[in-house]
């Protein structure tokens, strides 16, 4: 395990579902002292929009707050300096970080795709480090390859204890409505299923049905308005079997669904079939199913989960992803 007891490190990421508030705990941990600041720090949807849409409007007014920011963290000086993503992270500001912090060695893990974040690109000269989950950006730029990780551990559990044999918790993103709707109608009659699409307003679940072919048929009131609430996810996942796992189509990297599935010792049935590619990949742990004709086995929830070995579970945790990005 590496070592950053009494480091200085600058962590600049996303606000995503606390997992930066969990890479920070893990830095903490292992003796290191850690300032971190959002990437993307505008929530409203407004300035979300103009982030995506209208970058050049938004940049200045982000260097002077990471600026402020700074200068109210007072930091003598950083050993690392991590960004995860950088949507938000102007080339002059990185430059400056690079003139300030002299000694630090600066990171950029990508843990979405470049397709999303291309202006990330003109940025890679200024780092020392470059990681990205994604397997087509590494081959493109040279990059390393680093999947993302999980945070928490469970047990196995017996299929004649399970509530569910299959369940999905997520947002009705790209055409998740339609792929779970065929999913859901390829299963037996007798899988037992729970289904969470989540969708940010009322007026949203209008644009999609009136935009997006697979939500032609879509009702109402299959969808929820409300984020779940963390103690209610981890009670569904926990009597799961399975995890239905949709990456967005334009996605190659795996989700962060498809290791936190793996730290909970729970199946997974997914999209991805670069799943199958991966060192800890186990036909009876996980299901590829094609989006459009999905096909479940029954036999597939009827055998009990395979645990890894430990070098596996270590490597692809979070202390085995501190590891390979800092070290």
């Known amino acids: 395990m590496l070592s950053l007891d009494g480091q200085r490190i ?35 949807p407004m300035m979300a929009a103009m982030t995506r849409f209208v970058p050049q409007a938004i940049l200045p007014l982000a260097d002077r707050l990471y600026r402020r920011q700074l200068d109210g963290l007072a930091p003598a000086a950083y050993d690392h300096i991590l ?27 990508m843990w979405d795709s ?55 918790v997520g947002t009705a993103h790209s055409d998740r409505y339609a792929v779970i709707t065929r999913l859901n109608a390829a299963f037996d009659s007798d899988v037992r299923t729970f289904w969470y699409l989540y969708l940010q307003s009322n007026w949203l679940f209008s644009v999609y049905k009136a935009t997006k072919p697979g939500m032609r048929g879509a009702e109402r009131n299959e969808f929820e308005f409300a984020p779940m609430d963390k103690a209610r ?10 995890i239905v796992d949709v990456e967005h189509p334009r996605q190659r990297g ?22 199958a590619e991966y060192d800890f990949f186990d036909p009876d742990n996980i299901l590829v199913i094609d989006r459009q004709s999905p096909v479940v086995p029954a036999a597939f929830f009827a055998t009990p989960y395979r645990p890894l070995s430990p070098d596996m579970y270590y490597r692809y945790s979070l202390d085995g992803w501190i590891d390979d990005v800092l070290g």
């Open 10 to 44: 600058l962590l600049i990421a996303p606000r995503f579902f606390g997992y930066e508030r969990d890479i920070v705990a893990g830095l903490r941990a292992r003796g290191a002292h850690v300032d971190w600041l959002a990437d993307r720090p505008y929530d409203s």
């Open 83 to 109: 960004v995860i993503n950088g949507q938000t992270v102007s080339h002059a500001f990185l430059q400056s970080l690079r003139r300030d912090f002299p000694r630090a060695r600066l990171t950029l893990y």
């Open 114 to 168: 470049l397709e999303n974040r291309g202006r990330t690109v003109k940025n890679f000269g200024l780092f020392d480090k470059l990681l990205s989950f994604d397997p087509l950006t590494v081959q493109q730029y040279g990059m390393q390859l680093r999947p993302l990780f999980y945070t928490r551990v469970a047990d196995p559990i017996a299929p004649e204890t399970a509530l569910y044999d299959a369940s999905f």
């Open 233 to 242: 996810l981890k009670q569904v996942v926990e009597q799961s079997l399975a």
């Open 254 to 275: 795996l989700t962060m669904r498809t290791f936190e599935t793996m730290g909970l010792n729970r199946k997974l049935i997914t999209t991805n079939r670069h799943a």
